[in-house]
């Protein structure tokens, strides 16, 4: 594990279920374009309110992703 | 969009169920006297814990607010 | 000076011209509803865009006002 | 005590004593008018200075306290 | 309450399902050997990704628990 | 809007001008390669001075923008 | 002194009188367990409310302690 | 340039007329007595505000010189 | 006011009595060579342990003072 | 220097031998993708330890870069 | 990995040769007493000086530690 | 000791050979003009980077020495 380079992106995912489905949103979109994503971290959780209702929560993660040589 | 203010206040929701229900909880107490919620960020999660176990959840939130003219 | 007491109050002011713009605008606004307002400071900056260009900015300040006996 | 729901607010207190001092002056003129403070954590501690001594101090805190149904 | 002193300890733990089953699998296992616990602060989470996927999540927190005399 | 995906990059805008004027010249030179930016945050403000005067102002901020499907 | 190793253990102390006395009970009921401590830093000061009156402060401190051979 | 050694010095400029002057003032002022100055950054942005408006503009910034042999 | 540039130095004050003395011993040495001192602020609050006492307290502070024409 | 627009990513390097090399490492990684690399900014410096002993370091830095146009 | 509980402690190490030496002495340290050290994490870096030079490096880092069931 | 004023000074240090050298490079400079220097803390690590190698390190930190009566 000692060679790798890991790049981190960062991305917004929303959910209208919740904090953790916003998440795995985010992930699984990002999962079709880059390979090889090893960890994340949440960032900050924040969301939006309708009619005093959350309508959709919205998470901004940091995924590392090994590049390839 | 423009030129709307918006005031921020900061909440404390609480419940014995999990932090998402905490949030809930929060803005839906807060729906009943303020208008206009438009956003939410989460600020701090804790807990209390007694004999071993999680009891309630506390979590803080920053509320965003349209101030009407 | 030493007796007052302060209440400090966070809003997010918008402007389709600039940053500056913003601020002025939150507390043109808040100073409708509150008297005694004496400092603020500059807490996040932010803005929207839409084809490319910024639309309006956004920026969150606290604002100090004195509260009267 | 899971049910409850506080407000956050954030005072500056001030006085010629102390730091300590001027945290007390912030809650005993805030429990004039707002019922049910819980607790408080301090955020900045600051102080003016004339002629080489401190003339007072600031101290700025938040409170939280619960909101009524 | 007032003469209480506590010690604050960092966990992380980890789950295949949720942030907040990570949590409360760090409390469950504290308390096999720590008693008095009181309250916990979330710190970070993050999590490993596999094949796209989450694997498990991790959730490191603050725990608060009574020093006995 | 729940569904959206964004991604994250952080980008240093310079100029002779102004901070405002930095921020547009990043967002501009953006919008020639990255469609469907949404939003940006500022993260650090700085500068190059040069015979006790301001040559350019460095901004960098943090832009979100929509993943397409 | 170059070759030691400190260990930092994080502990709340309370007081009813103030925060000066909730910083010296915590290193008090340390030193009836740990011996060597060396240094403290304070991390966060808080407090209790009572009928708009402060019940007890709590103060967070990291203490660093020497490691024995 | 790798041989350099700068100090910093922190500064707050004030402006009636707004932030940019204000920082632009406070290089101006020092450069009455410093040289060699080559970078600021802005640390902090507030205000005074007089009758429900901005009376001056105060942005605290750090500089850095080049220390001469 | 608006025309005043201030310069802020660092200081860590000590004292064998409290954290309030160690401010307060700051600003008076401070006060022997630094003229038009205005205002100070809290940046850290540290101390020195032995035999399970504390020997003194180190507080470091901001102090901004004007820098004349 | 004034018309620049830089983009910055960040990146993982990993090392056995210790943080200077795992940053060297990262940016000698990138370099076979990306031109115009300027500067770097440690942002986190970790490792793993496996039977008491370093294996590797890893530490995360921001790479800023000039976008051509 | 998903069922694994860590406990995370704060040490610093110090060293006259530098600051890699200082992290490595405190793992090193830990190793006779604690068992299933997985990784660690650097939070501050400082040193003394005597005489113009530094006479040792004190590196403080967080450790993660297997909790055995 | 409990007597002592410290006064606390930026530098950036730089250094072709490596952010320790930076270090070192910074507080022999700040030697010949600064008595009583007793200890400094790492506050930004950076570096420039030409043809895709790290041409040199850039260390910020903070230095404190001992104000004479």
Partial sequence: MSDHIYKIMELTGSSA???QDAIENAIARAAKTVQGMRWFEVIET???IE????KYWQVTIKVGFTLRD
């Fill in 17 to 19: 279920t919740g904090m």
């Fill in 51 to 54: 009619e005093g209702e959350i």
């Fill in 46 to 48: 924040r969301g939006h």
